[in-house]
């Protein structure tokens, strides 16, 4: 069984920076697919950015240029970079793994940006 730890949530201010990292056990094959999610009250789980095993990302437009995803497949592990945080990037982030077909997700760790 698969799990993913997130970590790295918290408060910041906005036009702070902010560092979430995930990491998988459990399996020994790597994640073909990483990538971050998040959910604001009342709204749907929407991809933020994602990444694969070869290195291909990709980002919402939301945060696009100003954030940078990464992984180590050695380890099995994920971050995102997140800079020049709004107010509306308040949200409970997950991390979310494929693993030879299956998907897997994380608890999840809130975010939140004051103004």
């Known amino acids: 069984q698969v799990q993913l730890v997130e970590s790295g949530g918290g408060l910041v201010q906005a036009g702070g920076s902010l560092r979430l990292s995930c990491a998988a056990s459990?399996?020994?094959?790597?994640?073909?697919?990483m990538g971050w999610y998040r959910q604001a009250p009342g709204q749907p789980r929407d991809l933020v950015a994602s990444i694969t095993t070869t290195g291909n990302t990709n980002y919402a437009d939301s945060v696009k240029g100003r954030s940078i995803i990464s992984r180590d497949n050695e380890k099995d592990t994920m971050s995102l970079q997140m800079n020049s945080l709004k107010p509306e990037d308040t949200a409970v982030y997950y991390c979310?793994?494929?693993?030879?077909?299956?998907?897997?997700w994380g608890q999840g760790t809130q975010v939140t940006v004051s103004s």
């Open positions: 459990g399996s020994i094959l790597s994640p073909n697919f």
């Open positions: 979310r793994a494929i693993v030879a077909g299956r998907q897997y």
